[in-house]
């Protein structure tokens, strides 16, 4: 034998890239904690939920600081039912007023003891009035120590040490864009772009600098991008998994209606096991509002330690007859949105309407406008009731890198 076929074979093996650990599939549909809980009836007794509310037991806004621990702003939130309650049960509406200055609506809970991993799913509704353009966080966040702490608040970059923050919302930052907004994850990491935080989308673009891939890992899988309608309620879940200190493995999800949507990869969000998620929270911000009062109603919020799934109106789990934004004898599950195959040049215009829907149950959007992106500061939680969550918030349109753009690409022209 040659001797020097074993010194050539070991440094082939040293040569070799390190194969990242396989990442496991996530659940979907009504496989998660509702499906044990009929109506959410009882779903927070369960021993994996850490809190619960579908805003059924209060008279006024001003109880909700039993439960929750920092509400603001009370002028602009309000209780409804009837056609504003998801299934006609009372909701809590937060409403945005017309004005030229920021303003932040929010209802935000601790997490004792904080945690690694966290599930918040809730229903929620968008205004057809929804005519935000610019910095706006309009869903739900969940962080580390984000308000707590040296180096906490907007503006300061996540070190690995100090805070994570992560928020699921839309973003329209051109009046041409899709209203309410492109599906995003506005994130605090140590990775992170810009002072103000990055923008992840279900493509695997992120915003600021579009032109830079980011590395999800081998498994990514880019999904379209999604636009909610307006005036439909739909389940809104996300994950966030934070990371083994000194390795990539936190992971963030996300599901509408139960069906997965975004899933991100190969995260760093921290450096040290004491950062954890102590703070989650639902709101509704724009950096200004100057279009028009606007609305978002939310309803049936749960926290918990595993995948939570839309509510189980039938025994056994799943869907009986029409509920919430799906058409009467739907119970797939698929969500009640538009969605496009991706972003396009930053030079680019917009190339025409809709298509035809997918077999989904989603509808496929082929506007083809730009993919948005806004640096902002996410919640403004530990304020007074007088103030407003400071932002130094800028816009972005970011149109889509050419890698990226081989992807999507066949998605927005499908039929």
């Known amino acids: 034998m040659d001797r020097h076929l074993p010194l050539c074979i070991a440094a082939l093996v040293f040569a070799l890239p390190s194969v990242a650990a396989a990442v496991e599939p996530l659940p979907e549909g009504h496989s998660g904690i509702a499906a044990g809980y009929l109506g959410d009836a009882g779903i927070g007794d369960d021993p ?11 008279a006024s806004p001003d109880e909700l600081q039993s439960r929750w ?18 299934d006609g049960s009372q909701s809590v509406r937060l409403t945005l007023p017309t004005q030229g200055s920021e303003v932040s609506n929010e209802l935000m809970k601790n997490v004792e003891p904080a945690v690694d ?25 969940m962080s580390a120590s984000y308000w707590d702490g040296p180096g906490s608040g907007p503006g300061i970059p996540a070190d690995g040490t100090n805070k994570f923050l992560v928020n699921l919302e839309v973003g329209r930052f051109e009046s041409r864009d899709p ?21 992840f989308y279900p493509t695997g673009i992120v915003a600021p600098i579009t032109s830079l891939p980011f590395d999800f890992g081998p498994e ?25 200190p000194g390795e990539q493995d936190g992971r963030i999800a996300v599901w509408i209606d139960g069906a997965l949507v975004a899933d991100w990869h190969n995260l760093r969000l921290r450096d040290v096991a004491e950062l954890q998620m102590d703070l989650f929270g639902i709101g509704f911000h724009a950096g200004a509002n100057q279009n028009g009062e606007c609305h978002k109603w939310y309803d049936h919020v749960v926290a918990a330690a595993a995948y939570i799934g839309p509510i189980a109106t039938e025994p056994g789990g799943g869907e009986g007859g029409s509920t919430g934004g799906e ?54 939680a530990g304020l007074d009731d007088d103030e407003a969550a400071g932002c130094g918030c800028r816009s972005e349109s970011p149109g889509s890198p050419w890698w990226l753009l081989l992807l999507v690409g066949p998605l927005r022209r499908r039929r």
Do not use: C
């Not at 994996?48 to 209060?58: G, I, L, S």
């Not at 621990?69 to 998801?86: K, M, Q």
């Not at 991993?117 to 966040?141: M, Q, W």
């Open 220 to 244: 990514f899988v880019s999904r379209p991008d999604v636009v909610p309608e307006t005036d439909v309620w739909n389940s809104y879940e996300v994950m966030v998994q934070a990371n083994t």
């Open 69 to 86: 621990d920092n509400v603001y702003h009370f002028e602009n939130i309000s209780l409804v039912a009837g056609e504003d309650g998801y």
């Open 48 to 58: 994996r939920v850490v809190f619960a509310d579908d805003f059924e037991d209060y």
């Open 327 to 380: 058409d009467d004898g739907e119970s797939d599950g698929a969500p009640a949105t538009s969605s496009d195959g991706g972003g396009v040049d930053d030079d680019s215009d917009a190339d025409g309407g809709d298509d035809g829907g997918d077999g989904t149950g989603a509808s496929v959007n082929e506007a083809g406008d730009e993919n948005a992106g806004s640096e902002g500061s996410g919640s403004g």
């Open 117 to 141: 991993v966290l599930f918040l799913r809730y229903y929620s509704k968008y205004d057809p009035a929804f005519d935000i353009v610019g910095s706006s966080h309009n869903g739900s966040t």
């Open 179 to 199: 209203m309410p907004g492109w599906l995003n994850v506005y994130i605090y990491h140590p990775e992170q772009r810009d002072v103000w935080g990055d923008h």
